[in-house]
């Protein structure tokens, strides 16, 4: 249950009148969980809450409910917020789970999976994506209004005080439906997620209904543990485009942000889902101040300097075709390498994974040899395994 209940315009005005966290600690008292909340996490309450408030606010999101420290118990803490509204398409319960953190700079704790957050002490700790997404998970396994409709259901981790090159290991993690993470460099796509999830419409109807009682339920592709098994049931790429393009969004940002050069290969996706991805992503990082080409169709080559160039398999297949052999023609690996020299981050998206009898590996072989020549290290994003 949660603690407290509010819309954003009502958290704004409480927060002007300096009340928030008074009332928090009053509800604490009123539900019988007072001393639970730590001094850091009350700071996080005068500090983060009303970020996310004036970001709903500013989508034009204000009446939408806010429901503050709900508790599962199966759940090792609550989550910071849910947000209850109307989605503004289908006019249906529509809720986004929202895990806010203040962390400044977070690097990988090599090899353990994990993160060391700059300033604090103790153990290295989890994505706070992970939690989220566990914590979602847990939802749909516990409340009866969310059976039968998981689609109505997001998470996301706002950093909204850490720029992307502070926490670039984080915006590697692999996203999906449930965990999407933004940062203060992403606020405009923050705004545009909530907006698409939300209506500017009240959210009141909607938390009611959520919070009328958690009804336990078995879901469909539950596995043997009780966690919600993506493969046998439902977020595949066709039906969760956001999430996909969040996904490659996010790494491109990270690859750019990080100390040494590294190249992208996309695999996974149809030739149209491919090309949605690809304009969808470019336009982002075009208004995000990134310079960004995009090499696509029939379209002689043109490789001037760039901060992130995308490279779509047709292109490659006009300009360069393989023959049905496994020999790659030597002409390929110029351009591949051209390609790579001119741009930050080189993308290059694969269509489908599919491979072709007599290619071999196909493009994706033959740019995996080209990086190794130029000691660039590859990534590949199997979005047909991260969203199926």
Same mark, same amino acid.
């Given at each position: 249950?949660?603690?407290?209940?509010?819309?954003?315009?009502?958290?704004? $005005?409480?927060?002007?009148?300096?009340?928030?966290?008074?009332?928090?600690?009053?509800?604490?008292?009123?539900?019988?969980?007072?001393?639970?909340?730590?001094?850091?996490?009350?700071?996080?309450?005068?500090?983060?809450?009303?970020?996310?408030?004036?970001?709903?606010?500013?989508?034009?999101?204000?009446?939408?409910?806010?429901?503050?420290?709900?508790?599962?118990?199966?759940?090792?803490?609550?989550?910071?917020?849910?947000?209850?509204?109307?989605?503004?398409?289908?006019?249906?319960?529509?809720?986004?789970?929202?895990?806010?953190?203040?962390?400044?700079?977070?690097?990988?704790?090599?090899?353990?999976?994990?993160?060391?957050?700059?300033?604090?002490?103790?153990?290295?700790? +989890?994505?706070?994506?992970?939690?989220?997404?566990?914590?979602?998970?847990?939802?749909?396994?516990?409340?009866?209004?969310?059976?039968?409709? #998981?689609?109505?259901?997001?998470?996301?981790?706002?950093?909204?005080?850490? $720029?992307?090159? *502070?926490?670039?290991?984080?915006?590697?993690?692999?996203?999906?439906?449930?965990?999407?993470?933004?940062?203060?460099?992403?606020?405009?796509?923050?705004?545009?997620?909530?907006?698409?999830?939300?209506?500017?419409?009240?959210?009141?109807? &909607? &938390?009611?209904?959520?919070? &009328?009682?958690?009804?336990?339920?078995?879901?469909?592709?539950?596995?043997?543990?009780?966690?919600?098994?993506?493969?046998?049931?439902?977020? +595949?790429?066709?039906? *969760?485009?956001?999430? $996909?393009?969040?996904?490659?969004?996010?790494?491109? +940002?990270?690859?750019?942000?990080?100390?040494?050069?590294?190249?992208?290969?996309?695999?996974?996706?149809?030739?149209?889902?491919?090309?949605?991805?690809?304009?969808?992503?470019?336009?982002?990082? *075009?208004? $995000?101040?990134?310079?960004?080409?995009?090499?696509?169709?029939?379209?002689?080559?043109?490789?001037?300097?760039?901060?992130?160039?995308?490279? #779509?398999?047709?292109?490659?297949?006009?300009?360069?075709?393989?023959?049905?052999?496994?020999?790659?023609? *030597?002409?390929?690996?110029?351009?591949?390498?051209?390609?790579?020299?001119?741009?930050?981050?080189?993308?290059?998206?694969?269509?489908?994974?599919?491979?072709?009898?007599?290619?071999?590996?196909?493009?994706?072989?033959?740019?995996?040899?080209?990086?190794?020549?130029? +000691?660039?290290?590859?990534?590949?994003?199997?979005?047909?395994?991260?969203?199926?």
């Amino acid at each position: 249950m949660y603690l407290m209940r509010l819309s954003a315009d009502e958290l704004h $005005a409480l927060q002007l009148r300096d009340g928030l966290v008074a009332a928090l600690e009053a509800a604490e008292v009123e539900h019988g969980r007072a001393g639970e909340t730590s001094a850091g996490e009350k700071q996080a309450w005068r500090h983060s809450l009303p970020v996310i408030a004036r970001d709903l606010r500013d989508a034009g999101l204000g009446a939408v409910d806010m429901m503050i420290e709900y508790k599962l118990p199966e759940c090792q803490g609550p989550a910071d917020v849910i947000l209850a509204g109307v989605h503004p398409a289908s006019q249906a319960p529509s809720y986004v789970v929202v895990e806010l953190k203040q962390w400044r700079r977070a690097t990988a704790a090599e090899g353990t999976g994990r993160f060391v957050i700059a300033n604090q002490t103790g153990k290295s700790k +989890r994505h706070p994506a992970e939690q989220t997404a566990d914590f979602c998970r847990a939802l749909l396994n516990s409340h009866g209004s969310l059976a039968g409709h #998981e689609e109505s259901l997001a998470g996301l981790t706002y950093l909204h005080n850490a $720029a992307d090159h *502070d926490v670039a290991d984080l915006l590697r993690y692999p996203r999906t439906r449930l965990s999407h993470v933004f940062t203060r460099d992403s606020r405009g796509a923050l705004i545009r997620f909530l907006r698409d999830r939300l209506a500017a419409a009240p959210g009141r109807p &909607a &938390a009611e209904l959520f919070a &009328a009682g958690p009804l336990r339920v078995r879901l469909a592709g539950l596995d043997a543990r009780g966690r919600l098994d993506w493969h046998t049931g439902g977020f +595949r790429l066709a039906s *969760d485009p956001v999430a $996909a393009q969040r996904f490659v969004l996010d790494t491109v +940002r990270a690859a750019h942000a990080a100390q040494d050069k590294s190249a992208l290969v996309v695999t996974g996706a149809a030739a149209n889902q491919g090309g949605e991805l690809v304009s969808t992503a470019a336009n982002a990082l *075009d208004r $995000a101040g990134y310079r960004t080409r995009v090499l696509s169709g029939p379209r002689a080559p043109a490789f001037q300097v760039c901060d992130v160039l995308f490279c #779509e398999e047709s292109w490659l297949r006009c300009a360069a075709p393989l023959p049905a052999a496994a020999d790659v023609p *030597d002409s390929v690996r110029p351009l591949l390498a051209a390609m790579i020299r001119s741009a930050r981050v080189p993308v290059f998206v694969l269509a489908g994974g599919h491979v072709a009898p007599g290619e071999a590996e196909g493009f994706g072989g033959v740019i995996r040899q080209v990086c190794s020549a130029l +000691r660039v290290p590859d990534r590949h994003l199997r979005l047909d395994h991260e969203f199926c």
